[in-house]
């Protein structure tokens, strides 16, 4: 719907006459209305008049209207998608088998861990656990992929993105 055809419906609710056409079928009154608003009002798709020749108001049009302005929907990313498809509220369903989006999904993870600080091994057992129950498992990923590295059982992350 283009933004002209959107400006020449809402200026018909601009004229008097129409606008009290309007109002009048909204309200159920269509006696003595006049036929030229009722005309405008059916070009602008605000009036229909039935098999019966009985006039109507139809504010669904302006439903149409509000839809056309609408912003579309936010694009999602491909990340976004894959990170959708294996986690389930917030847990892990399973590892994805191919590396480029089982790095996607530890990249996510990483985040966790802030980069400088060190971490105790059961702190982050229990930071993992919180995505899936292997937590151990998916510790060993993150360490092969170099997203965390580990000396004795400190750990710290060592890759991945970092919001600034």
Excluded: C
């Excluded at 098999?51 to 108001?57: F, L, M, S």
């Excluded at 976004?80 to 498809?85: D, H, I, K, N, P």
């Excluded at 057992?125 to 995505?131: E, S, T």
């Excluded at 965390?148 to 600034?164: F, I, M, Q, T």
């Amino acid at each position: 719907m283009s933004e002209q055809e959107i400006r020449r419906v809402l200026g018909l609710l601009y004229q008097d006459d129409t606008l009290r056409a309007f109002a009048s079928l909204v309200l159920g009154v269509t006696e003595g209305l006049p036929p030229k608003a009722l005309d405008r009002l059916a070009t602008g798709g605000l009036a229909a008049q039935d098999d019966d020749g009985v006039w109507r108001a139809t504010p669904e049009r302006f439903r149409d209207l509000l839809r056309a302005t609408a912003d579309p929907a936010p694009e999602v990313s491909a990340e976004e998608r894959l990170l959708r498809t294996f986690l389930v509220d917030g847990r892990l369903q399973t590892m994805p088998m191919k590396r480029d989006k089982r790095l996607v999904v530890l990249r996510y993870i990483a985040q966790l861990f802030e980069p400088g600080v060190r971490y105790a091994e059961k702190d982050v057992n229990v930071a993992l656990r919180a995505f899936h129950d292997d937590h151990a498992a998916l510790r060993r990923y993150l360490i092969d992929e170099s997203l965390l590295s580990r000396e004795g059982n400190v750990y710290w992350r060592s890759g991945g993105p970092v919001d600034l």
